[in-house]
């Protein structure tokens, strides 16, 4: 009875509050006709979406990301069979063992970056998890698996939070093994899939050094180059002699080659006189190339094999698409692949002799008929460097005068996408905003000399490029120049401060996630494991501990500038931030209140760099929605009855 009247109780509450959403007020979008308003708890708690599928190296069983009920689970189950069972885990992600019979799933249960490597057994109903290198307050990441045995091959900070050094741990029980202490300076492990340690890339300085084992159990340089080249090192094959990279040394852009660890030869593969590319895909059984990935705009690939390519263009359809072989048997015969779009992404199993299998999709695929296209657009900065990005323009509108939200991405070395993955800008869209993304100076992906430019220009060029993208978008006339919003997360963030600080004038608001108020506090607190990447920071941004460097710092700081904030700021934080910690936001909140700002301010419990838990997730999108429903006019769902049960998770 009691269960009874809760549950009334509930369905009046729910129904009371549901009435807080609110149609557009933008002149732009009343009477119009916009899609249908997804509920936020669609784009953020689906428990019908799933993705990130996996096949056993024996090709008997696949895995994949889902939910068990309303929990984050991995579910494992035999290819064809009705066995399939959940591990109640909040997972990053996963991987079987070479021989099939193991799962090792990495989490970062509080989101503090401390992550945790746990397996299960594949066989039987156990769903039981056991933490494979159990240590308070470390990062543990999985490396590799070794063949013909449960073995995985990890790398953790254990002994020196500042380093990782390499161990071999077996699921079944036992104590890790060490296989190689770093000394301090080494920034990536070259093991081959026989477990064997056959290089390692230390930095010395402002060189980058490749070494083989030497005698006696030293190390032996093969090759140097600068430390400011890019040389990401993976596939190690030919008995150890060879590996796959990409690398951008003597070149713009960053290629496919094929590197002598003998030597440090590179001999070139493949490459795009345009963008760099973003990921090769390797043949589990050969180890040679199957697919390269890059997006001068839309997604591009190269298949080396003809009939591979033939069965993922049939997959891809005639639009654009982002197709990956996501995994591989043994025998590369059994393969998962991913295609993902603008609206979502959808998976398959592909096996020899029979027509693809739908496996399932993720949440923007689930309400792909609600959601807008997104185009790749080019525009001139105002010192003449192209600068490259996306649009997204609302449905069901004329694409005129629209309020818009500039959409500034994090890294600040990383870049927008036209894939799936585009959570926030799906969202907004829906809500009624053009959406613009831009790819800066200082973004990956264009070139060395693209990221080059980014030297000292932290609130100077960087975000010239972003209010010249705004400029753009209003003089064709897509956007109301009263009614721009600036939005981000991490240096997203800081770029959001810096809009409504040092260029009020541009925006009508500023939602900041995380994001960076203080850049000397910043790299004064880093967490121990950046130290070896301190040197590219200071390069770019600059050394606090040079007063000139930090006087330079402190200029481009929001927190130092809250008083020239004329505009309402929305500001969140996950409280458990290792990277950007929270006293940020919490100093930016005092100053500007101090200043008698406006400003919003929502932290989040159980979260650090960024939300995992879809609860916290539900908060900040619906805080987010009602924030610029006020500044910019668009729609707002109002009260989501999933909010009632948000707080038990």
Same mark, same amino acid.
């Given at each position: 009875?009691?269960?009874?009247?809760?549950?009334?109780?509930?369905?009046?509450?729910?129904?009371?509050?549901?009435?807080?959403?609110?149609?557009?007020?933008?002149?732009?979008?009343?009477?119009?006709?916009? *899609?249908?308003?997804?509920?936020v708890?669609?784009?953020?708690?689906?428990?019908?979406?799933?993705?990130?599928?996996?096949v056993?190296?024996?090709?008997?069983?696949?895995?994949?990301?889902?939910?068990?009920?309303?929990?984050?689970?991995?579910?494992?189950?035999?290819? $064809?069979?009705?066995?399939?069972?959940?591990?109640?885990?909040?997972?990053?992600?996963f991987?079987?063992?070479?021989?099939?019979?193991?799962i090792?799933?990495?989490?970062?249960?509080?989101?503090?970056?401390?992550t945790?490597?746990?397996?299960?057994?594949?066989?039987?109903?156990?769903? !039981?998890?056991r933490e494979l290198?159990?240590? %308070?307050?470390?990062?543990?990441?999985?490396?590799?698996?070794?063949?013909?045995?449960?073995?995985?091959?990890?790398?953790?900070?254990?002994?020196?939070?500042?380093?990782?050094?390499?161990?071999?741990?077996?699921?079944?029980?036992?104590? %890790?093994?060490?296989?190689?202490?770093? %000394? !301090?300076?080494?920034?990536?492990?070259?093991?081959?899939?026989?477990?064997?340690?056959?290089?390692?890339?230390?930095?010395?300085?402002?060189?980058?050094?490749l070494?083989? *084992?030497?005698?006696?159990?030293?190390?032996?340089?093969v090759?140097?180059?600068?430390?400011?080249?890019?040389?990401?090192?993976?596939?190690?094959?030919?008995?150890?002699?060879?590996?796959?990279?990409?690398?951008?040394?003597?070149?713009?852009?960053?290629?496919?080659?094929?590197?002598?660890?003998?030597?440090?030869?590179?001999?070139?593969?493949?490459?795009?006189?345009?963008?760099?590319?973003?990921?090769?895909?390797?043949?589990?059984?050969?180890?040679?190339p199957?697919?390269?990935?890059?997006?001068?705009?839309?997604?591009?690939?190269?298949?080396?094999?003809?009939?591979?390519?033939?069965?993922?263009?049939? &997959?891809?359809?005639?639009?654009?698409?982002?197709?990956?072989v996501?995994?591989?048997?043994?025998?590369?015969?059994?393969?998962?692949?991913?295609?993902?779009?603008d609206?979502?992404?959808?998976?398959? &199993?592909?096996?020899?002799?029979?027509? *693809?299998?739908?496996?399932?999709?993720?949440?923007?695929?689930?309400?792909?008929?609600?959601?807008?296209?997104?185009? *790749?657009?080019?525009?001139?900065?105002? $010192?003449?460097?192209?600068?490259?990005?996306?649009?997204?323009? %609302?449905?069901?509108?004329a694409?005129?005068?629209?309020?818009?939200?500039?959409?500034?991405?994090?890294g600040?070395?990383a870049? $927008?996408?036209?894939?799936?993955?585009?959570?926030?800008?799906?969202?907004?869209?829906n809500?009624?905003?053009?959406?613009?993304q831009?790819?800066?100076?200082?973004?990956?992906?264009?070139?060395?000399?693209?990221?080059?430019?980014?030297?000292?220009?932290?609130?100077?060029?960087?975000?010239?490029?972003?209010?010249?993208?705004?400029?753009?978008?209003?003089?064709r006339?897509? +956007?109301?120049?009263?009614r721009?919003?600036?939005?981000g997360?991490?240096?997203?963030?800081?770029?959001?401060?810096?809009? +409504?600080?040092?260029?009020?004038?541009?925006?009508?608001?500023?939602?900041?996630?995380?994001?960076?108020?203080?850049?000397?506090?910043?790299?004064?607190?880093?967490?121990?494991?950046?130290e070896?990447?301190?040197?590219?920071?200071?390069?770019?941004?600059?050394?606090?501990?040079?007063?000139?460097?930090?006087?330079?710092?402190?200029?481009?700081?929001?927190?130092?500038?809250?008083?020239?904030?004329?505009?309402?700021?929305?500001?969140?934080?996950?409280?458990?931030?290792?990277?950007?910690? &929270?006293?940020?936001?919490?100093?930016?909140?005092?100053?500007?209140?101090?200043? !008698?700002?406006?400003?919003?301010?929502?932290?989040?419990?159980?979260?650090?760099?960024?939300?995992?838990?879809?609860?916290?997730? &539900?908060a900040?999108?619906?805080?987010?929605?009602?924030?610029?429903?006020?500044?910019?006019?668009?729609?707002t769902?109002?009260?989501?009855?999933?909010?009632?049960?948000?707080?038990?998770?």
């Amino acid at each position: 009875m009691r269960y009874r009247l809760w549950l009334g109780a509930v369905v009046v509450f729910s129904a009371l509050l549901g009435g807080c959403a609110s149609g557009p007020t933008h002149p732009a979008l009343v009477g119009g006709a916009l *899609p249908e308003l997804v509920p936020v708890r669609d784009f953020v708690a689906s428990r019908q979406s799933t993705g990130g599928y996996r096949v056993s190296p024996d090709g008997q069983r696949i895995a994949w990301f889902g939910t068990d009920g309303v929990v984050p689970a991995i579910w494992v189950k035999s290819m $064809d069979g009705d066995d399939a069972k959940a591990f109640r885990i909040r997972a990053r992600s996963f991987r079987f063992s070479a021989d099939s019979r193991w799962i090792a799933i990495t989490a970062d249960p509080t989101g503090d970056e401390n992550t945790r490597i746990h397996a299960g057994r594949v066989e039987g109903p156990d769903t !039981g998890l056991r933490e494979l290198m159990p240590a %308070p307050r470390t990062a543990s990441q999985l490396a590799e698996t070794v063949e013909g045995s449960s073995d995985f091959i990890v790398t953790s900070n254990q002994r020196d939070k500042k380093v990782f050094d390499l161990y071999r741990v077996n699921p079944e029980g036992g104590a %890790p093994t060490l296989l190689a202490t770093n %000394p !301090g300076n080494v920034v990536w492990w070259g093991v081959d899939r026989a477990g064997r340690l056959l290089a390692r890339t230390v930095v010395q300085g402002d060189q980058s050094l490749l070494e083989r *084992p030497g005698a006696a159990g030293g190390w032996t340089e093969v090759a140097r180059w600068s430390r400011w080249d890019r040389l990401r090192i993976f596939g190690l094959h030919d008995d150890g002699r060879k590996a796959w990279a990409l690398s951008n040394r003597g070149r713009d852009k960053l290629a496919l080659v094929r590197l002598d660890l003998a030597t440090g030869a590179e001999e070139l593969v493949y490459g795009s006189p345009d963008v760099d590319l973003d990921s090769v895909t390797l043949s589990r059984g050969t180890q040679q190339p199957l697919v390269v990935h890059y997006m001068p705009g839309y997604p591009a690939r190269k298949v080396f094999d003809p009939a591979l390519a033939a069965r993922l263009d049939a &997959l891809a359809g005639p639009q654009p698409a982002e197709v990956h072989v996501t995994s591989a048997d043994r025998r590369d015969r059994v393969l998962t692949v991913s295609v993902a779009t603008d609206r979502g992404t959808r998976s398959y &199993l592909l096996r020899d002799g029979r027509a *693809p299998q739908f496996l399932g999709e993720s949440r923007l695929s689930l309400i792909a008929d609600a959601l807008a296209p997104v185009e *790749p657009i080019t525009y001139t900065a105002r $010192d003449g460097l192209p600068i490259h990005g996306y649009l997204t323009l %609302p449905v069901g509108v004329a694409p005129r005068g629209l309020p818009l939200v500039l959409m500034v991405h994090g890294g600040p070395w990383a870049r $927008d996408r036209w894939g799936d993955g585009g959570m926030g800008r799906a969202f907004l869209s829906n809500r009624g905003y053009a959406v613009l993304q831009v790819n800066y100076r200082g973004s990956s992906g264009y070139g060395r000399a693209h990221m080059e430019k980014a030297r000292g220009e932290l609130a100077g060029r960087m975000h010239d490029d972003l209010i010249d993208g705004v400029r753009w978008a209003v003089e064709r006339g897509v +956007a109301d120049p009263q009614r721009v919003a600036i939005y981000g997360a991490s240096y997203g963030g800081y770029s959001a401060l810096v809009g +409504a600080t040092f260029t009020p004038e541009v925006f009508a608001c500023a939602v900041d996630m995380v994001g960076v108020t203080d850049i000397a506090r910043l790299l004064e607190t880093a967490p121990p494991y950046w130290e070896l990447s301190l040197p590219w920071w200071h390069r770019y941004v600059g050394n606090p501990a040079v007063p000139e460097d930090r006087a330079r710092m402190d200029a481009k700081s929001p927190v130092f500038r809250a008083a020239h904030a004329q505009k309402p700021i929305l500001i969140m934080h996950g409280v458990n931030d290792p990277r950007v910690k &929270l006293e940020q936001s919490e100093r930016m909140v005092a100053a500007l209140r101090q200043a !008698g700002k406006e400003v919003e301010y929502l932290t989040f419990t159980g979260d650090g760099h960024g939300n995992q838990k879809w609860s916290n997730n &539900l908060a900040m999108y619906r805080k987010t929605e009602d924030f610029l429903a006020q500044c910019l006019g668009g729609r707002t769902s109002g009260f989501d009855y999933y909010q009632l049960g948000a707080w038990a998770f």
